[in-house]
């Protein structure tokens, strides 16, 4: 894999802020692009979703793993690529778990839509349309706001819903709310 092109927590923010490109085509290095995404994923099996500006690249390609979130007894799928993906339809919006690889240790909890209509190309660039539902909506819908340059922190509504995950003693793993700011007045 081409190692020199993490960048998930890079330096300048600024990476994750910019808007992506459509692909032309699905040209030999979109598909290089897809398989670092794929692979820069498989070596955080605690992700579940990886998008270009996160690698460093803006064109309109993320990468997602189904099948897995809070409460799902397995493993999530392997890392598939969606490119050029375009939302048909989004509803059923509820408020769910949220996190990102480029903001480690940091959680909360967001409102997005749990049924999510997307259109795109496979990595063959063929057309694709599908429908994603539950936890894999707000897996698509977290990675597709990424190609806009917006982050889960921003549809954080309140710092009540934001939060750390520690390791308590007995092993388990547990909230801690953030320290509310406190203003100076
Ligand atoms: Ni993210």
Known sequence: MSVKSI?????????????????????SWVRQ?????????????EGVGLAAPQIGAHSRVVVVRLGGGPGSEREPDAPMPLINPTIIEARDERRDFDGCLSIPGLYGETVRPHYLRVKGLNMAGRV?????????????????D??????????????????????GDDGQLVRIPLTPVTRSE
């Open 33 to 45: 692009l897809a398989q670092d995404l794929v692979d820069t994923l498989n070596h955080h099996p």
């Open 146 to 167: 990424h190609l806009e340059g917006v982050l889960f922190i921003d549809r954080v509504e309140s710092l009540e819903y934001l939060y750390r995950v520690v390791e």
């Open 7 to 27: 960048v998930l927590y890079p330096e300048d923010k600024e990476i994750l802020r910019a808007k992506c490109r459509p692909v032309k085509s699905v040209s």
């Open 128 to 144: 694709f349309d599908r429908v994603f539902e539950g936890f894999d909506a707000v897996v698509v819908h977290h990675e597709l």
